[in-house]
């Protein structure tokens, strides 16, 4: 087995649950969107993302009021939008500075990331969530700021985080062999892409859920088990 040199690790269902992104994280974006964006417009980030929202849809001339009815109904489908996560990333910042919430990390994470870290292997975040918007998870996190640790964050402006060509961007980026490189994952998708890209790959399967009899990739229930 080739010695494991940095490890990538995904968020939602993997250092975290995925509740604390649904039930707290999308439900603070969807109420406060409107006025986010009525009040920041003027901000030359709101509006590159509002016109690269509509861009995505297709939506040519769209009012403002369209473009925020489009994000409100990708916040309900969950989608994987560069643009929609830039704008969820900034008005979770508020939310996380005025103490309204901290993100949720399973109970062994930090301690794990920390001994990882002491072993001497770099590590790294791939997510959905914009890279603004992973820091601000890491800094305001339950177990407290865990930013120190990572040596750099990735999120869809790399690429979809089901093709191979992303975690082959990503290994390049981290400038190391992708056989050096362990992307974990709870989504079978992002582990066959990073496979196919050469990585060694983790399957967390958090409770209730529960290790399949042939599991397609390593699997684990917590970062504990995991054996580089
Ligand atoms: C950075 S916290 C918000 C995460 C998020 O918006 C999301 O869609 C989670 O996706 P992941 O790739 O971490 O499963
Ligand atoms: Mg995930």
Known sequence: MTVIRAIVTDIEGTTSSISFVKDVLFPYARKRLPAFVETHVDRPEVQHWLHEAAKEAGLVEASRQE???LLLRWIDEDRKSTAL???QGMIWKEGYEAGDYRAHVYPEVAARLHAWRGEGLHLYV???????????FFQYCEA???TPL??????TETGPKREQAS????AEAIGELPQHLLF???IPEELDAAKAAGFRTAWLLRPPLSIPAEPHHPAYTDFDAITL
């Open 144 to 146: 407290g700021d865990l």
């Open 85 to 87: 996560k830039a704008l």
């Open 126 to 136: 791939y997510s959905s969530g914009s890279v603004p918007s992973q820091k601000l």
């Open 184 to 186: 974990l994952s709870d």
């Open 150 to 155: 990572f040596a750099g964050y990735f999120d």
């Open 67 to 69: 473009i925020i009815e």
């Open 167 to 170: 975690y082959e961007k990503i």
